[in-house]
């Protein structure tokens, strides 16, 4: 049985936010610290940033740090974890390369997580210039689940922590494995998927009620926010549009406040934070999150309170995380040693995974004694 690997990574869009920690962040330190690992690599996919930022790569290069201080902030260990930059392991791109021999353009058309990606940026298969809004396709775009299959295999990984909308890429992988495996032995490893645990993770909301955070909507709440900047966002946060009186009955479905609790919320916020549902004109008792529902649900609880419990909430989970952040920002250059040094580590690891790919597809031309004897042997008898 293989060793189990963890292989995960965001791409440096920015700084990350809470959409992000619930969705793979917090879960990343919970396994790095359980120890049922032998490896976990974390890499920041720089190289992939660049396929619809090729004329902007300052602001690619700008944003390797932000996400490396969140990644550090939010403690990730670099004693336990790899922490690498993608584009600083060539041996990716020569993976790549092999694979796309493996890989029809027709499968990647089919690919629902490319296509979805495709319409966000507004490009375009046909001939450029059809439309001016829209922008000509860019192969290094368009191959993304290629390149992430190189990602994941160059690793070994045997466990890849994503979103529900991911999955489309992991079977892509898997796909790619197994053809590999069957023409040229087994030498790559298929691996699984592993997606939240919390069902209100799976995908965080805008804080405007937008289905995705997004930095260009403006509607993050980032893990490097002030908390008067949370306490901002909070009370400015999208809830029931018909819950318009503290009388009125409210929804809880669909209501960002309430998605927000069940990914953030724990037993002992109750008795850390239940003075916030102690006013002058009600008073309540909650003892869980369920019943904080039902009186919403019934009417008289008012969104005042549900945020401001919200509030607390958010910034105690971020106060550790914030001074962190402030303490890895006064040594910049220890952060850039702990992303090289990862780096090296990366590299070795995918080297190793590169030189059985290079045997098994026999292009391992030096290093094939039998083969240079064979050839000798056959010119010496001409």
Avoid: W
Wanted: with cysteine; charged share 25%; aromatic share 8%.
């Amino acid at each position: 049985m293989s060793e189990k690997i963890i292989l995960t990574g965001d791409r440096p869009t920015g700084r990350l936010h809470i959409g992000h920690y619930v969705g793979s962040l917090r879960r990343r330190v919970e396994l790095q610290n359980a120890g049922d690992y032998k490896q976990m690599f974390v890499f920041i996919a720089d190289a992939q940033a660049l396929t619809d930022n090729i004329d902007n790569p300052e602001k690619v290069r700008q944003n390797v740090i932000e996400v490396a201080l969140d990644y550090l902030s939010v403690g990730l260990d670099p004693s336990k974890v790899t922490l690498f930059i993608q584009s600083q392991i060539p041996e990716l791109t020569e993976l790549s390369f092999y694979y796309m021999n493996m890989v029809t353009v027709q499968r990647l058309q089919r690919n629902p997580t490319v296509k979805n990606e495709m319409i966000q940026r507004g490009f375009h298969v046909g001939e450029e210039g059809e439309n001016d809004n829209q922008r000509g396709l860019p192969v290094g775009f368009f191959t993304y689940p290629i390149s992430q299959a190189a990602d994941i295999t160059a690793f070994r990984a045997t466990t890849v922590p994503v979103g529900e909308d991911q999955k489309p890429m992991l079977e892509q992988c898997n796909e790619i494995v197994r053809r590999f495996n069957s023409i040229y032995g087994p030498v790559l490893v298929e691996p699984d998927i592993m997606l939240p645990d919390n069902a209100a993770c799976l995908r965080l909301p805008g804080t405007d009620g937008k289905a995705k955070m997004s930095k260009s909507l403006g509607n993050c709440i980032y893990l490097s926010d002030t908390a008067e900047e949370v306490k901002a966002k909070v009370r400015g946060m999208f809830t029931d549009p018909n819950h318009l009186q503290v009388s009125d009955p409210g929804k809880v479905e669909g209501n960002p406040v309430f998605t927000y609790l069940d990914a953030f919320c724990k037993p002992e916020h109750f008795d850390l934070f239940g003075d916030c549902f102690h006013g002058k004109k009600s008073s309540f008792d909650f003892h869980n999150l369920d019943e904080v529902k039902a009186q919403y649900r019934a009417g008289g609880l008012g969104d005042v309170m549900v945020k401001n419990f919200l509030e607390r909430i958010l910034n105690a989970e971020l106060d550790p995380i914030r001074a962190r952040r402030k303490e890895f920002e006064k040594d910049i250059p220890a952060v850039y040693e702990i992303l090289r040094k990862g780096c090296e580590q990366a590299r070795a690891a995918a080297g190793a995974t590169l030189a059985d790919v290079r045997k098994a597809m026999k292009i391992d031309y030096f290093n094939d004694t039998d083969l240079i004897r064979e050839q000798a042997a056959k010119y010496a008898a001409l």
